[in-house]
């Protein structure tokens, strides 16, 4: 087809793209066309290309073979750079601000208005305020950029795509890290743009916001893609089906409920600590127990004192009846394990291989005469990471090599090789795929059948209410109410976490 003969809408296309890492191929014959002024979501497993593509577009990588074109023109991108002069910009999950400087010189950041090699202050504190006056943000242009939250850092990457004139803007994993809140409104902007005629490339494995935002959406599985097609003709399930190749309902796995004489094995007692306000909680062997509320309340910082990473100020834990006393090393030889909220800066080593970040923590078992035995090493996590099922091209790979949702199955074989009663489960399933998600809710629920007691801590409703059998809800540091049976509903959740007659904590 000659270029007099494309679509005028068609503002980006790939055709026939190819991409492979090593001996991984990540991308083939990937061919996409997204219409101008619109959300075009990529929807796929971990690992199925979505990212590698959005990078190709965006400059950051270059394809092996085919072609991409913009409003019908061929391009060849040697950086994000060249991409940015052709009006396309990308927003990754974590966004990349320079933190000590102020959020209107992160935005104008070498677009500076100059004079004799001088950056003209009162120029830039002007045209900061016209560009987010246009896009309709809350920012003070003096704020440090480093002070923002994710989400307010987003939007000054935004901002910094729309003063450089940016018609196309991907994000990849945009809500990621965010609150609903913040979720909520970060949707408002990407309607907001579309609706000023900018193209959204959206790369989410949340399928209910791509329904929500996106127009089209394009299903990529193993490099290839297998349809696209509008999301008004989707559902959460036939996008399942189509990324794993087979239907699967987008269900949680049935829950055993502990024991009727099952014994505590965890008792906190009015634990204090920085974020915590005093909090009385029981988990019982074989009990999944849910804690729920906003960004804030205190949930991971609950997790912590547990854990014994935050320094309790007041209170008393008890595993099986005994105190639990110590720092972290300590409980975890006690049998408590916690699954950090964050893998990356709290979870893994990236460049190191996948086995030795699954005996991190359980190396004093692994030593003869202060010396790893790198033979049983091996053989152990071997066992550990098969049964944990992660996929991997060999475990001596560095562990950033593996998608999120593998990543997150090797801090899953760490834990276990504690062999814990206690496991604390931080947001474990942020930044996976659906596939990786339904794996690791199955590993929970047969943990807690096996007599493990779980406090599982979630920012996602849907992932506390079918995993959870009793949701304690947190605000302001405390607990504010206990929910279980015909109670334990979404909005009974809502309500106690934002205040609004919330039930008091049994």
Do not use: W
């Not at 935005?107 to 004799?116: H, I, K, N, S």
């Amino acid at each position: 087809m000659s270029q007099a003969e494309l679509p005028v809408d068609r503002h980006i296309e790939t055709r026939g793209i190819s991409k492979s890492f090593g001996g991984t191929r990540a991308l083939s014959n990937a061919s996409v066309s997204v219409r101008s002024g619109s959300v075009h979501a990529l929807v796929g497993e971990n690992g199925a290309g979505k990212s590698t593509l959005g990078k190709i577009i965006a400059g950051v990588l270059a394809p092996d073979d085919g072609e991409l074109l913009v409003r019908g023109e061929p391009v060849s991108f040697r950086s994000p750079r060249e991409a940015l002069e052709r009006g396309i910009a990308a927003i990754g999950q974590e966004p990349s601000v320079v933190p000590h400087l102020t959020v209107a010189e992160n935005v104008l950041l070498g677009a500076e208005p100059r004079a004799f090699g001088t950056v003209r202050r009162r120029a830039l504190r002007k045209r900061f305020e016209v560009l987010v006056a246009s896009a309709g943000f809350d920012l003070r242009g003096d704020t440090p950029a480093g002070a923002l939250t994710i989400a307010g850092q987003q939007e000054v990457e935004i901002l910094r795509a729309l003063a450089r004139s940016a018609e196309v803007v991907i994000m990849d994993e945009p809500t990621a890290a965010l609150s609903a809140a913040e979720t909520a409104h970060l949707h408002e902007i990407v309607k907001s743009l579309a609706a000023q005629g900018k193209t959204i490339l959206l790369i989410s494995h949340f399928l209910r916001e791509v329904l929500e935002l996106a127009d089209t959406v394009t299903v990529l599985r193993d490099g290839r893609v297998v349809r696209t097609g509008p999301t008004a003709g989707e559902t959460e399930d036939s996008l399942v089906e189509a990324m794993l190749g087979q239907p699967q309902a987008l269900t949680f796995p049935p829950k055993q409920a502990p024991r009727a004489d099952a014994p505590v094995l965890l008792a906190v007692k009015g634990v204090q600590a920085l974020g915590v306000a005093g909090v009385d909680l029981t988990v019982r062997a074989g009990e999944i127990v849910g804690l729920a509320g906003l960004v804030g309340a205190g949930r991971t910082e609950l997790g912590q004192a547990i854990f014994g990473v935050r320094k309790m100020q007041a209170g008393e834990i008890e595993l099986n009846g005994s105190p639990l006393t110590g720092g972290a090393r300590k409980r975890l030889r006690a049998g408590v394990a916690l699954i950090p909220e964050s893998r990356k800066d709290d979870g893994l080593v990236p460049d190191r291989p996948i086995f030795e970040n699954a005996s991190l923590a359980s190396l004093g078992g692994l030593t003869r005469l202060g010396v790893v035995t790198r033979r049983r090493e091996q053989d152990v996590t071997r066992q550990i990471l098969a049964r944990c099922d992660v996929r991997a091209r060999s475990n001596r790979s560095p562990v950033r090599e593996l998608s999120g949702g593998n990543q997150q199955k090797v801090l899953l074989a760490r834990m276990l090789l504690c062999e814990p009663q206690l496991v604390i489960a931080d947001e474990p399933t942020r930044g996976v795929d659906v596939g990786a998600k339904r794996a690791i809710y199955e590993f929970l629920v047969g943990l807690a059948e096996e007599g493990l007691g779980i406090l599982l801590i979630s920012s996602e409703l849907e992932e506390i209410m079918g995993l959870s059998h009793r949701v304690a809800v947190m605000r302001s540091g405390r607990i504010v109410a206990e929910l279980a049976g015909d109670e334990l509903n979404e909005s009974a959740i809502l309500t106690a976490a934002f205040g609004n007659q919330p039930r008091q904590a049994a």
